[in-house]
């Protein structure tokens, strides 16, 4: 059980830490909520304690022989301001200890995260850009804000990611540190297939696999965090869309080969990196019945032909520009001639991609999973082992690998 302090600055998202501490809570963490005086305009006290458990204050003269201030920083194994306005970063940045809140982050020792909350022209005014570029520097981790409605009928930058997608990558900082999600990607666009193809047999049937698309959503929430530009071409996948992500939903293998083909290299805004995570089917049916096929009809197929679909990640290496890094996925299993690696390493021989994400999926230990494993094997070396974690964990030390292998950006 690790020891999260949530910190809650007063916008209008507070109302959505309620969600995360339930999810934090529900993950099995003790939590300490501390709102700053503001935030209780939005939400009361007894509601994060109830949902916590633990006692809610917002000055250092409550729990005087505590010493509050000094003690819930000491022993925070994370803390998290979510949201975190523009006020509570400014007095972040500048060392202010004025509240209970900012008090405890001068005091913490562990990660800390910052989600930033506000209205666009706030997020992008050059003070606040300034005052986040100083919390990262200093070894913080400040997300970028998602992309959305805002109170009243302004749209853009600076809407409260989900909670869902917060507490996911907290458990990357919780696994990793604050290293696990550096912003190393900044000014990098990056486009990521993910789920699994469907070839229809009928307007009714199809030919699939048991691809979740969890592991490619994973990777756009990572490379997002980590300042990416990001598309994401999705195959039959039912999840929200993660923050700051474009999702460019596909069905067959044709759609996603013409999918990722177009977003690899579309005009002026070519790919830095395009990762090839989704499981495309490697066949199609010949014919498509155009009604419903039934038993004991004259339509009824004594046998199915089918027809080999073109090899996207192939297509992808040969059709690159130049300085495009190409990462694709491989879901093996070993078998009497041989193990995962080596039938993996042939892979990645045969394929020609620079970088092969490698899945062991014997007795279906990956698919539709929370948690993960691989190795990410190198065309010139070395090899990475990624340990076992949540699928975003994993998805961090994927980034971190692609991330060595990238050129210095252009005037950098």
Same mark, same amino acid.
């Given at each position: 059980?690790?020891?999260?302090?949530? *910190?809650?600055?007063?916008?209008?998202?507070?109302?959505?830490?309620?969600?995360?501490?339930?999810?934090?809570?529900?993950?099995?963490?003790?939590?300490?909520?501390?709102?700053?005086?503001?935030?209780?305009?939005?939400?009361?006290?007894?509601?994060?304690?109830?949902?916590?458990?633990?006692?809610?204050?917002?000055?250092?003269?409550?729990?005087?022989?505590?010493?509050?201030?000094? @003690?819930?920083?000491?022993?925070?194994?994370?803390?998290?301001?979510?949201?975190?306005? &523009?006020?509570?970063?400014?007095?972040?940045?500048?060392?202010?200890?004025?509240?209970?809140?900012?008090?405890?982050?001068?005091?913490?020792?562990?990660?800390?995260?910052?989600?930033?909350?506000?209205?666009?022209?706030?997020?992008?005014?050059?003070?606040?850009?300034?005052?986040? &570029?100083?919390?990262?520097?200093?070894?913080?981790?400040?997300?970028?804000?998602?992309?959305?409605?805002?109170?009243?009928?302004?749209?853009?930058?600076?809407?409260?990611?989900?909670?869902?997608?917060?507490?996911?990558?907290? *458990?990357?900082?919780?696994?990793?540190?604050?290293?696990?999600?550096?912003?190393?990607?900044?000014?990098?666009?990056?486009?990521?297939?993910?789920? =699994?193809?469907?070839?229809?047999?009928?307007?009714?049937?199809?030919?699939?696999? @048991?691809?979740? =698309?969890?592991?490619?959503?994973?990777? &756009?929430?990572?490379?997002?965090?980590?300042?990416?530009?990001?598309?994401?071409?999705?195959?039959?996948?039912?999840?929200?869309?993660?923050?700051?992500?474009?999702?460019?939903?596909? =069905?067959?293998?044709?759609?996603?080969?013409?999918?990722?083909?177009?977003?690899?290299?579309?005009?002026?805004?070519? &790919?830095?990196?395009?990762?090839?995570?989704?499981?495309?089917?490697?066949?199609?049916?010949?014919?498509?019945?155009?009604?419903?096929?039934?038993?004991?009809?004259?339509?009824?197929?004594?046998?199915?032909?089918?027809?080999?679909?073109?090899?996207?990640?192939?297509?992808?290496?040969?059709?690159?520009?130049?300085?495009?890094?190409?990462?694709?996925?491989?879901?093996?299993? *070993?078998?009497?001639?041989?193990?995962?690696?080596?039938?993996?390493?042939?892979?990645?021989?045969?394929?020609?991609?620079?970088?092969?994400?490698?899945?062991?999926?014997?007795?279906?230990?990956?698919?539709?999973?929370?948690?993960?494993?691989?190795?990410?094997?190198?065309?010139? =070396?070395?090899?990475?082992?990624?340990?076992?974690?949540?699928?975003?964990?994993?998805?961090?030390?994927?980034?971190?690998?692609?991330?060595?292998?990238?050129?210095?950006?252009?005037?950098?």
């Amino acid at each position: 059980m690790s020891r999260i302090v949530l *910190g809650v600055s007063g916008g209008v998202a507070a109302y959505k830490a309620a969600l995360l501490l339930r999810a934090f809570t529900e993950a099995g963490h003790d939590v300490r909520v501390v709102p700053t005086p503001g935030a209780l305009h939005f939400v009361g006290a007894a509601t994060f304690e109830a949902l916590s458990g633990n006692p809610v204050t917002t000055d250092v003269w409550s729990d005087v022989p505590e010493v509050a201030h000094v @003690r819930i920083g000491q022993e925070a194994d994370l803390v998290v301001v979510a949201p975190a306005t &523009a006020d509570l970063l400014a007095r972040a940045a500048t060392g202010r200890a004025d509240d209970l809140l900012t008090a405890t982050l001068l005091t913490a020792h562990c990660p800390v995260v910052f989600v930033p909350a506000m209205h666009t022209e706030m997020w992008l005014h050059p003070a606040t850009q300034d005052n986040v &570029a100083t919390l990262r520097r200093r070894g913080a981790v400040v997300l970028p804000p998602a992309i959305g409605r805002l109170t009243g009928p302004d749209s853009g930058p600076g809407r409260l990611p989900e909670p869902a997608d917060i507490a996911a990558l907290a *458990g990357v900082v919780l696994a990793g540190g604050a290293a696990a999600l550096p912003s190393d990607l900044t000014g990098r666009r990056v486009v990521i297939s993910a789920g =699994g193809t469907r070839e229809p047999l009928d307007p009714v049937r199809y030919l699939g696999n @048991r691809s979740s =698309g969890k592991q490619g959503w994973a990777l &756009a929430r990572v490379a997002a965090a980590r300042g990416a530009e990001v598309v994401l071409v999705a195959a039959n996948v039912e999840l929200p869309a993660p923050f700051g992500v474009r999702v460019a939903p596909v =069905g067959t293998a044709e759609e996603l080969r013409a999918a990722m083909l177009a977003e690899a290299g579309a005009g002026e805004a070519v &790919a830095d990196v395009v990762v090839m995570s989704a499981a495309v089917a490697d066949f199609r049916p010949v014919s498509v019945a155009a009604t419903k096929l039934k038993k004991g009809a004259a339509s009824e197929p004594s046998a199915i032909e089918l027809a080999r679909n073109s090899d996207v990640l192939a297509e992808l290496v040969t059709k690159r520009p130049p300085g495009q890094l190409v990462v694709g996925f491989a879901a093996e299993t *070993g078998d009497d001639d041989a193990d995962v690696l080596t039938h993996a390493r042939a892979k990645l021989a045969r394929k020609g991609c620079d970088l092969l994400v490698v899945n062991d999926v014997s007795a279906g230990q990956v698919f539709g999973r929370a948690d993960n494993a691989v190795v990410v094997l190198g065309a010139e =070396g070395p090899d990475t082992e990624v340990p076992h974690g949540s699928k975003d964990a994993v998805a961090a030390g994927i980034w971190t690998a692609v991330s060595a292998r990238l050129a210095p950006p252009a005037g950098a």
